[in-house]
């Protein structure tokens, strides 16, 4: 059974950084594009970061680009999300997602439960 | 950018009726849209990919169509588990989703 369990999410000033972290287990971690996405609360959903199997091959919208870096150990099937500079508007729950395969041009097959992160002096 | 533009923002139905929810993208996204069910307080979760393509274990009351770039989930005999919020997803550039169909029974 595939599992994502996000962690790492909690309250943050403005400006100040955090690292999210997605445990996956139930595949084979390393053969699979990973993503975050997150959601504002009340909100729609925003992609928000996708990396390649190797991680050798990032992918970010303009709204977090350069603020946010995503990164994965496929030695310990894990997914990361540092997130630096960070703004009252990124406040959401962020979910650590799987994509199809190791395919880009995918959607997201699987989904974690999702870590929250509030941004608020 | 590509642009979803999910319709109706909200919806009400009774039990039994069928219902549509449409999606339309900024530019020919070649099928490459997804459809997701998010239930109050969970993840969303996988119902349709490739535009028709039903996922493992999603009801076959549910149904995807469309091309370039108009698409529609369709959801047959509604079901109160089927109350919930929908979103449509662009993976043929990059990732986008609509902003998203709350539907609530009537």
């Known amino acids: ?34 993503a975050w996405v997150r959601q504002a609360p009340k909100k729609g959903l925003e992609w928000v970061a996708t990396i390649s199997t190797s991680g050798s091959r990032t992918y970010y919208p303009d709204s977090v680009k350069g603020r946010f870096t995503i990164s994965r150990d496929n030695a310990k099937s894990s997914l990361y999300l540092q997130m630096n500079s960070l703004k009252s508007e990124d406040t959401a729950t962020y979910y650590c997602a799987r994509h199809r395969d190791s395919y880009a041009h995918s959607w997201f097959a699987y989904w974690g439960q999702g870590t929250l992160v509030t941004v608020s002096s | 950018d590509i642009q979803m533009t999910q319709s109706p923002a909200s919806l009400s139905a009774s039990l039994g009726e069928t219902v549509t929810i449409e999606c339309r993208a900024s530019e020919d996204i070649y099928s490459n849209l997804a459809w997701y069910q998010q239930k109050p307080g969970n993840s969303p979760q996988l119902l349709i990919y490739d535009a028709n393509s039903l996922a493992d274990g999603v009801p076959s009351r549910f149904s995807g169509s469309g091309s370039g770039t108009q698409y529609s989930l369709k959801i047959n005999s509604l079901q109160s588990e089927d109350v919930a919020s929908y979103f449509c997803q662009q993976y043929n550039n990059y990732w986008t989703f609509g902003g998203g169909t709350k539907l609530e029974l009537k």
């Not at chain 1, 996956?24 to 699979?32: H, V």
């Open chain 1, 1 to 34: 059974e595939v599992q994502l369990v996000e962690s790492g999410g909690g309250l943050v000033q403005p400006g100040r950084s955090l690292k999210l972290s997605c445990a996956a287990s139930g595949f084979t971690f390393s053969n699979y594009y990973m």
